[in-house]
């Protein structure tokens, strides 16, 4: 039963009140995989060498990963997939791989984690920023031919809180100009585009394997692609490639530089069982996400997650749009209260570009280093206005419920919906607020 009389904003017991409980998807399955890896000894194979060493380790890693890597191959219907410890460090290996140079500029969209920019000035390339939907919040196709330029060399795609961005779109313009297309699917594992698993019909993609995703190893990531040299090439990115070019016979040595990317045996057991789960995990965050808009739908002022024809989600997150002139209050407000409820949602997701970094332009040193450098010639643009609709929706209209991050079961769910209605039930009353 809603009670109408007593929001918890104005001194009301919260719908909940103590902290929803995280998500959490281990079972006694990765306890005793982490146990068998513990009890052996060897948490780590990787050497910084081409030839392997019977027992000791070598170029591609430990047992563990190893069949993590082929596992991952066969469900997402890719040629290979190379572990890393990080998706910041699949990142970073993904734009080193396709061959940038410093100067380069690589498309991206606003609206991702910062790593997805960091990634590409690690390597003394330019972010050029580009607009999003407003319906998937995705990068928009239709606005990335303007910004691109002599000087553009890939587009980084971002499968932002759970599904893919228009990738026959995006294929088809990077075709047309010769560029090469990442795609960051950390948010969308299992996500189909066309029949296709998302992230997996770039040049590379890839998934994030942090604490908070649908599967996870506490840290970790995973990079896929079709490609025989762009895997080579990830390969020694991820391990200290100057060292080994040599005895590979690689000749192009660009971005060979030493790094450890490397996952480890325990993350990697951990990962062959979390893999296991990936269907039933990612089933039940829609169930979760098909529940809330249910319950939802009907308070005026809210707009449900826009679903692309031919896709599904994954729902890390389900995004809705409000409306304050169907409601009268401000959005704020409506976060306060649903704050003093004990429901966690989000007002505030990051433009990257109005980051100081890219305000400034201040990232290595303190000259302004790549931008103000010999070495890049082009002339991009950081000022606010560049993307509207992402700025107008951080500003104004959007609410996030991060379904990752909490363990939503049906009784949680339904006191969830019942504190979003306890509010829609007393918007008169927030109205002077």
């Known amino acids: 039963m809603i009670n109408n009389d007593s929001l918890a904003i104005?001194?009301?017991?919260?719908?909940?009140?103590?902290?929803?409980?995280?998500?959490?998807?281990?079972?006694?399955?990765?306890?005793?995989a982490a146990n068998e890896v513990l009890r052996s000894g060897k948490l780590s194979y990787f050497l910084a060498s081409w030839n392997e060493i019977p027992n000791i380790g070598g170029f591609y890693g430990g047992p563990k990963v190893q069949l993590f890597e082929r596992l991952i191959e066969k469900h997402f219907n890719v040629k290979h997939a190379v572990t890393v410890n990080s998706w910041t460090?699949?990142?970073?290996?993904?734009v080193g791989a396709i061959g940038i140079e410093p100067g380069d500029e690589v498309i991206v969209t606003p609206w991702t984690m910062c790593a997805s920019a960091t990634a590409i000035l690690h390597w003394n390339a330019i972010p050029v920023f580009v607009d999003i939907e407003d319906e998937t919040f995705n990068i928009n196709p239709d606005k990335i031919e303007e910004k691109i330029s002599e000087y553009t060399k890939a587009i980084m795609v971002v499968d932002i809180f759970g599904q893919s961005a228009d990738m026959e779109k995006i294929n088809r313009i990077a075709k047309k100009y010769n560029l090469k297309v990442i795609s960051d699917t950390a948010q969308a594992p299992n996500a189909m585009y066309k029949n296709h698993f998302a992230g997996t019909i770039a040049d590379i993609g890839g998934f994030s394997l942090n604490f908070h995703k649908h599967i996870h190893t506490g840290e970790g990531g995973i990079l896929v692609t079709n490609d025989d040299n762009l895997a080579r090439r990830l390969q020694l990115i991820r391990n200290h490639g100057e060292t080994i070019v040599d005895d590979m016979g690689v000749d192009d040595i660009s971005n060979m530089i030493g790094y450890n990317f490397r996952l480890g045996e325990i993350e990697a057991a951990i990962g062959i069982e979390q893999l296991k789960k990936i269907d039933k995990l990612v089933e039940r965050r829609v169930e979760v996400a098909n529940k809330i808009r249910e319950g939802l739908s009907s308070l005026k002022g809210l707009r449900m997650p826009i679903l692309k024809p031919n896709c599904t989600h994954s729902y890390y997150a389900f995004p809705l749009i409000y409306d304050k002139n169907l409601t009268g209050v401000d959005r704020k407000v409506i976060y306060d209260a649903l704050k003093?409820?004990?429901?966690?949602?989000?007002?505030?997701?990051?433009?990257?570009?109005?980051?100081?970094m890219y305000q400034r332009k201040i990232a290595y040193g303190k000259k302004g280093f790549p931008w103000?450098?010999?070495?890049?010639?082009?002339?991009?643009?950081?000022?606010?206005?560049?993307?509207?609709?992402?700025?107008?929706?951080?500003?104004?209209?959007?609410?996030?419920?991060?379904?990752?991050?909490?363990?939503?079961?049906?009784?949680?769910?339904?006191?969830?919906?019942?504190?979003?209605?306890?509010?829609?039930s007393n918007l008169d009353k927030l109205k002077s607020l």
Do not use: Q
């Open 10 to 32: 104005l001194g009301g017991k919260p719908t909940f009140d103590k902290p929803l409980e995280r998500y959490n998807s281990f079972g006694e399955e990765e306890l005793n």
């Open 372 to 424: 103000s450098s010999d070495i890049y010639k082009g002339n991009v643009d950081y000022s606010k206005g560049i993307c509207p609709v992402a700025e107008m929706l951080v500003a104004e209209k959007i609410m996030i419920i991060s379904i990752c991050d909490y363990e939503f079961s049906d009784k949680t769910i339904d006191m969830y919906i019942n504190g979003f209605k306890k509010i829609w």
């Open 89 to 94: 460090s699949g990142l970073i290996a993904a």
């Open 340 to 356: 003093a409820e004990g429901i966690p949602t989000d007002i505030d997701y990051p433009n990257l570009h109005m980051l100081p």
